[in-house]
Nanobody, 115 residues
Framework: VQLVESGGGLAQPGGSLRLSCATS????????MSWYRQAPGKEREWVAL????????SYDYSVRGRFTISRDNAKNTVYLQMDGLIPEDTAVYYC?????????WGQGTQVTVSA
């Protein structure tokens, strides 16, 4: 199982970024996928989840209405569209899959929100 995140960077408050997570090694469309983030000095926290198949999203209250999770089963890729970014969104963002009772993580992608 491999997860590779991309798309992070520097954004201004109110700006947008789109993260991608390319996956391989498992039947992507059969599994729910999640995004987590970890800010400096803080615990890793769950951000969003998308169910398997056509995918329904759910979100932590802190990002609801600003972030949108989606998936492309043909490309084995999950996305996180982040709009209305605020400085508190600054963190390393990780995608995650629970596959055969084990959590798999990517290497993470840094998102920094600053003027």
């Amino acid at each position: 199982v491999q997860l590779v995140e991309s798309g992070g960077g520097l954004a201004q408050p109110g700006g947008s970024l789109r993260l991608s997570c390319a996956t391989s090694g498992f039947a992507f469309m059969r599994y729910a996928m999640s995004w987590y983030r970890q800010a400096p000095g803080k615990e890793r926290e769950w951000v969003a989840l998308i169910t398997s198949g056509v995918g329904e999203g759910s979100y932590d209250y802190s990002v609801r209405g600003r972030f949108t999770i989606s998936r492309d089963n043909a490309k084995n890729t999950v996305y996180l569209q982040m709009d209305g970014l605020i400085p508190e969104d600054t963190a390393v963002y990780y995608c995650n899959v629970l596959y055969r009772d084990r959590h798999y993580w990517g290497q993470g992608t840094q998102v920094t929100v600053s003027a």
